[in-house]
RNA sequence: GGACCUGUAGCUCAGUUGGUUAGAGUACCUGCCUGUCACGCAGGGUGUCGCGAGUUCGAGUCUCGUCAGGUCCGCCA
């Protein structure tokens, strides 16, 4: 070892002792004559006392490298300082410098705003900085808590291929050319998702893995095409189940991280309940702003829209903001039609509560005789702003979904600190696809439709059937979403045949698949979590890019290599691949 | 594929109605400083105003295009 010691492990037995550290070199205080460096490391930092004549030798600047052999001081009582190793400071005696620096491109120091191109280009450098240190710090302990609690309800940790069959369902693959095999190709897994299964055909009744998962598609603010999730599977049981070791291990992990319990068992609501109190299958259950519908009260306004919407199908609904007629400014509630547009709404209609009355926006075509029915059915009084939409279900759900988190960031009305779980369970298992013109699976295509919707096949009123689909949401985030699976071939075979797969595609993609359905395969089910999302949401980051030690730009290159990049010709020529102009 | 926002010194940012030599803080360099701790003091500008056209007597500023980054829609079972 290079060191005695590393900075975390200073205390008052090293006191008056030699000992040797390395680390960088976070500042420099030269004074003349009187000169201190700060030394950091993983750990800590510490105050180097540098004598005059070692000074002049050695030139340090910020980021430089260092390797110092001193004395561990009591600083001056007056110098003191009150976080870590702030009493402390080191006698230095000699100094080595193991690597000079160039000038950072940016100071290592979490009160610094940088740039996230620059810091994801140096993100050696922006990793130094504590707040860095300390997601990656965070995420290991998480997944030593979810490990230790898995093991201990005998799920065995099972590692899955990295290379499988292309899947054309759902995301973009990943595809790897196979040299040995001209023309054909690898798919990079989407998740382990059949391999799971099969692990519960295998009887290895309790599977576990922190799995990467690639899919080809464009990355967001909570979403990269790389990432990791705690995917686990179980045979031999109900929903329940799969929920009590999710919660259990969330459970463990507040233990160990924040020393603190969280209430289980969790919220449950149905997608639909869901969808109508909230227009959104992932709400923030941090506040309340939930919604209302208001046809029966909006359907005799003057303003005929509203009995249009009605009599196409559609929904008019509406939630209260509290307070909100007196914070926000007509421009603000303006610039909320802005903001439902990006979900096709045509705009946001409006009325502020002054005392009993309403006043603004759309009060004037809000019929008399159900004034005081809206008021009590928004539970608004003075003060308060009341927003609604109508439009179609989908336009509806979506544009009130996001505006209530929209507001209530705007009202500053989330707690910190907080964690809301929730289930959302039920979910469709068909959605129709106007473009494809068919049934498309809504979750994927290996979830159990709920029993008592299995005579839907038959009616062939498929919107109607849901399946044993969950997902876990915290704070409006999704971390999860998991299903009961089919087992039989039977009904396996009837899925893909809804999806309009013929017998033929059924038996070319899946075939393995369903072979192996046909030996005794138990009934089983599992969830998959994203790592990054629970890490962010549990630290109260609203990028993911944050909880990754090497993510990805939203253009999906990567600022550090600059990856993807071209193959040079003899490359593509042992893959037998050329490549096309586009056009 | 689409919408919006951003791009000026190493970094964070200001820059008026188009008008002289483009600024601030910080970093960096030089010198001074024996208890600093985001040390201080004095001095120093280190710039392809993302890039390319256009309008104009004149463009950091206006127009068009383009590139990069971000947020969102589409997409993502």
């Not at 201190?36 to 006392?49: C, G, S, T, W």
């Not at 473009?435 to 295509?445: E, P, T, V």
């Not at 039989?488 to 899946?510: A, L, Y």
């Amino acid at each position: 070892m290079l060191r005695s010691h590393h900075l975390g492990q200073l205390t008052d037995n090293e006191l008056n002792t030699e000992i040797t550290l390395c680390g960088w070199a976070d500042r420099v205080r030269a004074k003349g004559g009187v000169n201190f460096i700060v030394l950091r490391d993983r750990y800590a930092k510490l105050q180097l006392n540098v004598p005059q004549e070692i000074m002049e030798v050695e030139s340090i600047g910020r980021e430089y490298c260092i390797k110092i052999q001193g004395i561990l001081n009591q600083r001056p009582e007056k110098d003191q300082k009150p976080e870590q190793n702030g009493a402390y400071e080191l006698q230095v005696t000699s100094l080595e410098v193991l690597n000079k620096s160039d000038v950072p491109p940016f100071i290592v120091d979490d009160r610094e705003e940088i740039n996230e191109d620059l810091r994801l280009k140096y993100r050696y450098l922006d990793l130094r900085r504590d707040c860095m240190k300390d997601v990656v710090t965070f995420r290991t302990k998480l997944l030593n808590s979810v490990r230790s609690h898995l093991n201990s309800l005998d799920f065995l940790e099972v590692e899955t291929p990295m290379l499988m069959k292309a899947m054309p369902e759902g995301a973009r693959d990943f595809l790897v050319p196979s040299r040995n095999f001209p023309g054909e190709f690898y798919a990079l897994p989407q998740s382990p998702q059949l391999y799971k299964q099969l692990i519960q055909v295998s009887g290895l009744d309790r599977y576990f893995q922190f799995a990467r998962c690639f899919r080809d598609e464009d990355a967001r603010g909570d979403r990269q095409m790389v990432h990791t999730q705690i995917d686990l599977e179980m045979s031999f049981v109900e929903e329940e189940d799969v929920f009590a070791v999710v919660e259990g291990f969330l459970n463990k992990i507040f233990v160990d991280a924040f020393d603190k319990n969280i209430d289980a068992p969790f919220m449950r609501l149905t997608y639909l309940e869901c969808m109508k109190r909230f227009g959104i299958d992932k709400p923030d259950l941090r506040f309340d702003m939930e919604l209302f519908d208001l046809d029966s009260i909006m359907e005799s306004s003057p303003y005929s829209y509203f009995k249009e919407t009605i009599d196409a199908g559609g929904r008019i609904a509406g939630f209260t903001v509290k307070g909100g007629a007196k914070e926000l400014s007509r421009k603000e509630i303006d610039k909320f039609s802005d903001y439902v547009k990006a979900y096709r709404s045509k705009g946001v209609f409006w009325a502020k509560v002054v005392g009993d009355d309403f006043n603004g926006g759309i009060s004037k075509n809000i019929p008399a005789d159900q004034k005081a029915n809206l008021l009590k059915l928004a539970d608004a009084e003075d003060g308060d702003l009341i927003v609604f939409i109508a439009d179609t279900h989908k336009v509806t759900n979506d544009s009130l979904g996001n505006l209530r988190n929209h507001i209530a960031k705007r009202m500053d009305i989330i707690p910190k600190g907080v964690y809301k779980f929730l289930w959302v369970t039920d979910f469709p298992m068909f959605e129709y696809d106007e473009d494809a013109g068919c049934y498309i699976a809504m979750h994927h295509l290996f979830s159990m439709p709920k029993e008592e919707h299995i005579k839907y096949f038959e009616t062939g009123e498929l919107e109607k059937m849901h399946g044993c689909l969950y997902d876990l949401v915290m704070n409006g985030v999704e971390l999860g979403s998991g299903s009961i699976r089919i087992h039989t071939e039977e009904m396996q075979q009837k899925v893909f045949d809804i999806v309009g797969m013929s017998p033929e595609d059924q038996q070319e993609r899946f075939g393995f698949f369903l072979e192996a359905l046909k030996f005794g395969a138990p009934p089983h089910g599992g969830i998959a979590l994203g790592v990054a999302r629970l890490v962010m949401t549990l630290l109260g980051m609203d990028n993911m890019r944050d909880a990754i030690t090497f993510p990805n730009a939203s253009s999906t290159r990567y600022a550090l290599d600059n990856s993807p990049s071209k193959l040079d010709q003899d490359t593509l020529d042992d893959l037998s691949l050329e490549v096309a102009d586009k056009k």
